[in-house]
């Protein structure tokens, strides 16, 4: 689990100005088209015409955070995140949090930084309740865990994959919670489907085992690749082992090899799947070597 910062889904809803506005909204638009230079002229027009509109003031500090259109600049970034704070922006709010706990474009400052994701919390920010739900979970007090669970559920409401995933885990691990894999598949399900490799992997393995979810091997291959796919050297692991024994799949020890490659490549070593392929011919080696590498480079 980690912290993130404000993505295009996620500000989705932040340059709404409210049923007030009938015109389309231009500088949104352009943002989720990738058009950052147009994005950042519109949210500057906007902002001639009136002064107080925080989510052009969001979008400025959006671009200059993450370098989009304009160079990347922290500091100009904060200084348009706290003028939309000022105003009482979520988004801002968030992104203002997780600046200072990083210190980022400002000192760094743990407490004004949890004080700023309190408050974006407060108004129902999935972004700040996820982090700040990250700040709790290293405490064991009972009510730490109750505001977790609670911050955690209204980040996985709002589809953040990586709040779903945390989530799961403590229905798994029953962590202030009565123990429930179901819910535990349920939310690893979501969270794969909403783009995260470690919800694919939760999920597949949970499908392996029968556990919280109906046994079935094949789409546990499936689950398992699809992580692989994106980087995933345990994914690759329990794949290559899955394709050498056999398993949900039909034996292929040359696909194997190739994903056990890239494993080992990311630190992950396997004797069993060492000692497995050790009967493969010199070309069904190179085989496995020329394929590990054309996935390395589709990355």
Known sequence: MRALLVSVALL????????????????????????????????????????????????????????????????????????????????????LGLMALEGRGMDKNPAQGRAWLEEAAAKGNPVASYNLALIL?????????RRTLELLRVAADAELPDAQ??????????????????????????AAQNGSSVGDVEY???????????????????YFRRAAAKGSAIAQNR????????????????DGAAWHILAVG?????????DALRDMTPDEKKKAEKLAGERLGMR
């Open 165 to 190: 995933h945390a989530l799961g885990v403590l229905y798994l691990k029953g962590r202030g919670i009565t123990r429930n894999p179901t819910e535990a598949a349920s939310l690893f399900e979501r």
């Open 239 to 254: 794949l290559a082992r899955l394709l050498v024994s056999g398993r949900g799949v039909p034996v292929n020890k040359v």
């Open 12 to 95: 989705a809803a932040a340059l709404s100005t409210g049923p007030a506005q009938a015109a389309p909204d231009l500088a949104y638009g352009a943002y989720q088209r990738g058009h950052y230079n147009e994005a950042f002229r519109e949210a500057t027009l906007r902002l001639e015409k009136n002064k107080t509109d925080s989510a052009a003031m969001t979008l400025l500090g959006e671009l200059y955070n993450q370098g989009l259109g304009v160079p990347v600049n922290p500091v100009k970034a904060a200084e348009w995140y706290r003028l939309a704070a000022a105003r009482g922006d979520a988004k801002a709010l968030s992104s």
């Open 137 to 145: 979970l290293s405490s064991n007090a009972d009510a730490d865990v």
């Open 204 to 222: 597949a393995i949970l499908l392996f085992n029968g556990e919280g979810v109906m046994k079935n091997e094949s789409k546990a291959a499936q």
């Open 266 to 274: 990311q630190g992950l070593a396997d004797p069993w799947l060492d």
